[in-house]
């Protein structure tokens, strides 16, 4: 294992955070069976005060959460220098068969990390608390991912050797190369514009329709919508949008935008991108409580500000590749 600092960050902190969620497991079991808001037991009052406290600190370790993917996206990015035939995160990944599986799991868990934390804010919008049970429930869901991505994490950093030839970005995802990322990139170009352009119009109609009608149904296909884009536009940017800000027509790598010669554009491209996809999420979490006892009034106006952030997020990500495209010498 490479000891850097931000390793042994993001190595302590899976620990930290998988030791929280299996305690707040136990507790969520406690909650599923015997939480009686209208008793005045013992035991219910005892639920209450330390439903305060876990709440609190699984806050605090679902935001680490979110930020550890772009943390061990930055972390694989500099373990590059140190490998032969690596010149990016997409190198440092493939030294062993963890990296990746350990990459996609981070995007799964930060995905549910946040409708976690959008249930949990729509929650303590009520006194009443109508959301306990669904977002224990959620949090039993999420316990075996986020163990699992621990595991993972663990095993790709302490098998790291010095010692290993990697192979660089431009063979793992060229379209003539094998697996799911050659296959990404060697969608045909024509077919990806119009494939990312009709995923945006539709996400930002059924959003606007969402806003201005606030239905069940509306909110049910822009949460189905809006997750659909985030696939389309991952698709899409391997397929052609990566290729303006390289400005090479056969370089799809989706990991050289976090380098400084590209201003480190990957960053906020993703994460525009992901903060997307959250809220689109959460309003199809949160739609079926609708009328839920003591979220009538608040929940309609916050599942709007949810769609809201999510269409101004699209718009940054969508934004960030027209600029680039208008700006870029590469021409079709």
């Not at 440092?92 to 799964?108: D, E, M, T």
């Not at 389309?232 to 380098?259: D, K, M, N, R």
């Amino acid at each position: 294992m490479i000891l850097h600092p931000p390793v042994v960050a993001l190595l302590a902190g899976s620990v930290l955070v998988g030791l929280v969620l299996l305690h707040a497991s136990r507790f969520a079991v406690q909650i599923l069976r015997r939480w009686d808001l209208a008793s005045g037991s013992e035991l219910q009052l005892a639920l209450e005060r330390k439903t305060y406290l876990i709440t609190t600190v699984l806050f605090w370790a679902f935001l680490f959460q979110l930020g550890s993917l772009f943390l061990f996206v930055y972390v694989a990015d500099d373990l590059s220098k140190l490998f032969v035939g690596a010149m990016c995160a997409a190198g440092s990944l493939a030294l062993n068969r963890w990296g990746y599986a350990a990459l996609l799991v981070k995007v799964f868990n930060f995905l549910l990390a946040g409708v976690w934390l959008v249930v949990n804010h729509a929650d303590n919008r009520s006194p009443a608390y109508p959301l306990v049970r669904p977002k224990y429930l959620l949090l039993l869901l999420l316990t075996p991912s986020m163990l699992a991505e621990a595991a993972l994490q663990g095993l790709y950093f302490l098998s790291l050797k010095p010692n290993v030839i990697t192979s660089c970005c431009g063979s793992l995802f060229s379209e003539g190369g094998r697996g799911l990322p050659a296959l990404l990139s060697s969608f045909p170009r024509p077919a990806m514009e119009a494939s990312f352009g009709v995923a945006m119009l539709l996400t930002f109609a059924l959003g606007g329709w969402f806003l201005a009608r606030g239905s069940r149904a509306a909110g049910s296909l822009f949460s189905l919508s809006g997750a659909a884009t985030l696939a389309v536009s991952v698709a899409a940017f391997l397929s052609y949008q990566c290729l303006y800000f390289y400005e090479l027509p056969t370089h799809h790598c989706p990991f050289c935008v976090f380098q400084a010669g590209y201003w480190y554009v990957g960053y906020p491209l993703y994460l525009s991108l992901l903060a997307g996809a959250v809220p689109a999420l959460g309003v199809g979490a949160l739609l079926p409580y609708q009328r839920a006892s003591g979220l009538a009034d608040v929940l309609p106006v916050f599942l709007r500000k949810l769609a809201a952030a999510s269409l101004l997020s699209y718009g940054v990500f969508a934004a960030i590749v027209f600029c680039r495209a208008a700006v870029s010498d590469l021409r079709f």
